[in-house]
Structures are given as C-alpha cells and as structure tokens.
C-alpha cells in the first residue's frame, strides 16, 4: 500500500517562500510520476507541477516561475519550492502518484495560507 505524507505548509506573508515536501512509502516512488495540486476553499482541485520518472517538469501557468517542483528518489521525497507567494496561493496543498494499475493515491494535504 502506497501512502503519501506532505509537510513544509505553513503561514507566509505575501512574497515569500516555502518549501513543502511529499514524503511516500512503498516501492513505486522512483518509477513513477509524481504530482502537486491544490485546492482552495470552494474551489475544484486544480493541477500545479509534476515531475516524471525521468526528470521531466511540468507547471501549471499559474506558478510557472515562480515553484520548482523536485525529488530525491534515495529518499522517496518529492518537493515543492515555492517562492514569490501571493494570496490566490492560498489553498491545501496535495501530492498524488498514479501506480501501473492505474490507482492513484493522494496525501492527507498540507495547508499554505499567503497573508497580503
């Protein structure tokens, strides 16, 4: 059974930084793709960055820029680094991997609140 653990949320005002981190048991972590998303208050779960096996990064426009999204496959711990914060920030903060069956698993989230 997979399970995902994220950390690093917090409270930071406007302009900051922070640094969150999406910690995973099992053994798929290094084979597989791993995500971020976010969701706000009322508002639909939306997609932030993922970063595949190999490498490869993608963002969403919105934070392109300004997160990095990382791993370190010796640790089974994909991060986060978000800098430039601003309010619309604001939002529970969740990591998913999708397993060769198709299953996906998601972490309990992890709250960033962005002060103006």
């Known amino acids: 059974q997979v399970q995902l653990v994220e950390s690093g949320g917090g409270l930071v005002q406007a302009g900051g930084s922070l640094r969150l981190s999406c910690a995973a048991s099992?053994?798929?972590?290094?084979?597989?793709?791993m995500g971020w998303y976010r969701q706000a208050p009322g508002l639909q779960r939306e997609w932030v960055a993922t970063?595949?096996?190999?490498?490869?990064?993608n963002y969403a426009d919105s934070v392109k820029g300004r997160f990095a999204i990382s791993r370190n496959n010796a640790k089974n711990t994909v991060y986060l680094q978000m800098s430039s914060l601003k309010p619309e920030d604001t939002a529970v903060y969740y990591c998913?991997?999708?397993?060769?069956?198709?299953?996906?698993?998601w972490g309990q989230g992890t709250q960033v609140t962005v002060s103006s």
């Open positions: 099992g053994s798929i972590f290094s084979s597989r793709a």
């Open positions: 970063i595949t096996a190999s490498g490869n990064i």
């Open positions: 998913r991997v999708v397993d060769v069956n198709w299953n996906e698993y």
